[in-house]
T-cell receptor, first 109, second 115 residues
């Protein structure tokens, strides 16, 4: 079956760096997405990777290795507002999005 | 402000009742989707529509129906609600259809409790 794995919860300190990992096993691959979801709110788009390598966007970067079925989201200079869940999703060969359960990131002062 | 509007934001419903969750977007997006989000699980696709007049089944379509009479509206109906349909429901849209590799835009969600 198809599967997306990411840690359930992580804790980090304000101002630090945190890496949230995502591993996937899907039927084909047409890209990997990261979304941010604050508690009680809608998910919002962060990044899209379809080729191997690092995509940087401000304090957030996303990395993809297709051969390893692996991605990570890197958050730098953490701020309290970064406390949220981070959702990893992979688009399979049928262009169906397969979602991970999300990683709840807790930022401590 | 452009975006997706869902209604109601929250509802408590007796089992066996019929319920329609409304979703309207003003971005003129072709594709629309309904997801449910349950604790400990990823978002699961219920139904989708690539363009007005067409709909398709997602991963968990049983007990739900949708219609897409026009570009803007995509209501989700529970014909006879059951407690296992207690969830948070998100409507989303994207510019293209399910082959789209662009971002999804989500509504704020509808929290449904079936007793």
């Amino acid at each position: 079956g198809q599967n997306i794995d990411q840690p359930t919860e992580m804790t980090a300190t304000e101002g630090a760096i945190v890496q949230i990992n995502c591993t996937y096993q899907t039927s084909g691959f047409n890209g990997l997405f990261w979304y941010q979801q604050h508690a009680g709110e809608a998910p919002t788009f962060l990044s899209y990777n379809v080729l191997d390598g690092l995509e940087e966007k401000g304090r957030f970067s996303s990395f993809l290795s297709r051969s390893k079925g692996y991605s990570y989201l890197l958050l730098k200079e953490l701020q309290m507002k970064d406390s949220a869940s981070y959702l990893c999703a992979v688009m399979d060969s049928n262009y169906q999005l397969i979602w991970g359960a999300g990683t709840k990131l807790i930022i401590k002062p | 402000i452009a975006g997706i509007t869902q209604a109601p934001t929250s509802q408590i419903l007796a089992a066996g009742r019929r319920m329609t969750l409304r979703c309207t977007q003003d971005m003129r997006h072709n594709a629309m989707y309904w997801y449910r989000q349950d604790l400990g699980l990823g978002l699961r696709l219920i139904h989708y529509s690539n363009t007005a007049g067409t709909t398709g089944k997602g991963e968990v379509p049983d007990g739900y129906s949708v219609s897409r009479a026009n570009t803007d509206d995509f209501p989700l109906t529970l014909a006879s609600a059951v407690p296992s349909q207690t969830s948070v429901y998100f409507c989303a849209s994207s510019e293209a259809g399910t082959s789209n590799t662009g971002e999804l835009f989500f509504g704020e969600g509808s929290r449904l409790t079936v007793l």
